[in-house]
Structure formats: structure tokens, C-alpha cells
């Protein structure tokens, strides 16, 4: 099903897409899916890249609102409430400067959010100080011009539209994201073609090997202090971006998860409006499992995650460590399984 909006067919869910989205928010909040110990079972780490160089992370200024925890996490409520953000990111590697999910232009409500579809708009409404890209940079202090390029996680509205507002700054997507996005006569997600047409476009594959658990990767320097890899399920393309800095690695998950809740209690989105954005419920799914089986030996930042992004500025501030060394490569379920045992002698 689609709708026009200023010449732009995009895709609105159907009506028993918002039944199911709706039933699945009240039966996930008392059943929430089980973890799938099979699937787990089948992970191995394949380690980090090697290299010394690093590179230098900078979670943009931006303003969170308050959202029910239940309303994100599925079947979890505590916390009663966490905060959420639309958080973009810089990261200063030796030879280039660049931009991480850009997702906030000036008047974006009419810019992008007008071509969701209805049902949507309430669920991801930012509030009303949000910071555009060009004022989030600013109190950052970074220049615009300093941006080499941008390198979006994903092509949905919120990590793109302030694209809007850098006309002439390059892109750089996964093809198989730029395919499902740009590609047909309608568009799949709103408020995404008009920010990523008429600039500079360098498509990449992930053509590299396996990187901690996730099947593939690509790394942009090579080097391996910037490594790209997969995170598919919530779009077809979903990337997400492994950094080595001076105090660990790092891993920007764009919107694999949206709270780190997801990752430490092993929880899918809330059914809605989690079923409505998640392209590939089971996908996406398994994605969680494998951050989950590498959060110990890397430090996960969700784009949408306030309190992540506040506590990597305040660590950078303090110069404190992002986490243990990490876990030498060995079959997963193991150290699954000496967790259980620790939580059962506790």
C-alpha cells in the first residue's frame, strides 16, 4: 500500500500491518520473544582487526525526550522510563573527517516527517528543542566544513534528513541499502529520497571477512580503525560501524537496537512501533543475539540511546577506559553458559 506525498509514492502500512504491530506491543509486553539459544549457540567471535591506528569519536549535542521503557524494549519496565535521542556522531580519522547519521534538518517535521505515514508520526515525533545537524555540530564545536563525507548506518528519515541541510557533502551507503531505498516507484520509508538525491555518491559492498560475530564487513581505510559490518533486519542493508579509539572499540549500532537495554537483556522493539520499522522482524532479531554475545568485548553506542551517548562524552571528558580488554576469539556459547553459572551461584 502506498500514498502520495509532494510526487513521492511511499509505502504506508496496511491495516492488518497496524493490527499485528498493536497486538504484538500488548502480547510481547507480557510474553516477549524468547532468546533463541540454538542460534546463539552457533556464534564464534572472530575477533577485532588488527592495526595501531585510531581514530577520535565525538557523540553530537542533542536533546532527548523521555519515552516508557516498555514503549522501546519489549517486556521490559524497569526502568519506567529511559531517555531517547536522535543522535548524530563525527568521527576524525587520520585521513578524513565524517558524519554519522545526520538525521535532524531545519523544519524537519515538514521536511521528512510529513511523508510518513500517520501511524508512525506520533511514535518517532522529536521533541520540540531538538537540534538540527548544523546547530548539533556547532555546540560541538566542529566546523561543517571540516565533514569529508557521510556515512549513514541506515536510510531511514531520522539517520539522513539532515543531509538536507549539507547539499554538497558526499555519501557514501551499502548498496544493498541504496537498492532497497532508492530503487521503484515508491519508496519504502519516508522523508529518505529527496536528502540522499543530486550529491555525490560512493557505494560500497561489504567485501571483507567476518569481524566478532557479525558474517561480513568492509573496511573503509584499511587499516581497520574504521570497519563496517553487518547488521541487517531492521532495513535490508543495516550497517554498523566498528572503531578502534585510543580507549577501546567502539561500535555505532545505528538502529539494531534502540536502547542498550535490548542488548544486555536480550529483547527485540516493542511491537509497535518496532513491527512497523523493522523490515525483517526475524532478521533484526537475530542481529540482537549477535550484539549481544560481543557486549562484553565491545562497547555498543545506539544512535538512539541518550544515555550511551552522554556516557562516551563524559568517559572521553575523563579519559576513563571503555570497558575490559577484549575477550580473545573461542566459541560464544561458552561464555554464555559461564554467565548462567554465575548468575546461578549469585
Known amino acids: 500500500m502506498t500514498t502520495e506525498h509532494r510526487g513521492e509514492r511511499v509505502a504506508t502500512p496496511d491495516i492488518w500491518q497496524c493490527c499485528r504491530a498493536a497486538t504484538t506491543a500488548i502480547t510481547g509486553a507480557v510474553l516477549p520473544r524468547r532468546t533463541d539459544r540454538r ?7 572472530n575477533g577485532l582487526p588488527r592495526g595501531s591506528i ?40 587520520p585521513r578524513a573527517t565524517f558524519l554519522v547519521d545526520p538525521g535532524i ?23 520540540s528543542d531538538v537540534l538540527d545537524i548544523r546547530e548539533s555540530l556547532q555546540r560541538s564545536g566542529i566546523d561543517a566544513d571540516d565533514i569529508a563525507f557521510a556515512l549513514p548506518t541506515h536510510l531511514h528519515w531520522d539517520h539522513v534528513a539532515g543531509l538536507l541541510d549539507l547539499p554538497d557533502l558526499p555519501l557514501r551507503l551499502h548498496r544493498p541499502e541504496h537498492r532497497w531505498a532508492m530503487t521503484g516507484p515508491g519508496a519504502p520509508v519516508g522523508g529518505v529520497r529527496q536528502a540522499v538525491r543530486d550529491r555525490p555518491l560512493d557505494c560500497y559492498e561489504l567485501d571483507g571477512p567476518p569481524v566478532l560475530t557479525f558474517a561480513a564487513s ?27 579509539t585510543a580507549r577501546g572499540p567502539v561500535l555505532l549500532a545505528g538502529d ?44 555498543i553506542v545506539p544512535s538512539h540511546d541518550h544515555q550511551a551517548a552522554c556516557a562516551w562524552t563524559e568517559d572521553s571528558a575523563t579519559g576513563l577506559p571503555t570497558q575490559d580488554s577484549p575477550v580473545a576469539a573461542e566459541p560464544l556459547h561458552d561464555r554464555e553458559q559461564q554467565r548462567r553459572d554465575r548468575e546461578t551461584h549469585h
Not at 222 to 229: E, I, Q
Open 54 to 93: 585510531t581514530v577520535e569519536l565525538v557523540a553530537l549535542a542533542q536533546n532527548a525526550r523521555s519515552v516508557p521503557t516498555a514503549a522501546v524494549v519489549e517486556g521490559v519496565f524497569t526502568p519506567r522510563r529511559i531517555e531517547s535521542a536522535m543522535t548524530a556522531f563525527v568521527v576524525r580519522h
Open 39 to 45: 542460534f546463539l549457540s552457533t556464534l564464534r567471535d
Open 256 to 299: 539494531a537496537v534502540w536502547h542498550n537495554l535490548q542488548t544486555t537483556e536480550l529483547r527485540q522493539k516493542s511491537g509497535y512501533p518496532g513491527a512497523l520499522a523493522d523490515d525483517d522482524r526475524t532478521g533484526a532479531w537475530r542481529t540482537i543475539h549477535r550484539l549481544h554475545a560481543v557486549r562484553d568485548a565491545v562497547r
Open 105 to 127: 534538518c531545519v523544519d524537519v517535521r515538514r521536511r521528512a516527517i510529513a511523508e510518513l505515514p500517520r501511524v508512525l508520526r506520533v511514535a518517532v515525533n522529536p521533541p
Open 218 to 244: 568492509h573496511d573503509v581505510f584499511g587499516d581497520g580503525a574504521v570497519v563496517l559490518v553487518d547488521l541487517a533486519g531492521h532495513t535490508p542493508g543495516s550497517i554498523g560501524i566498528l572503531l578502534r
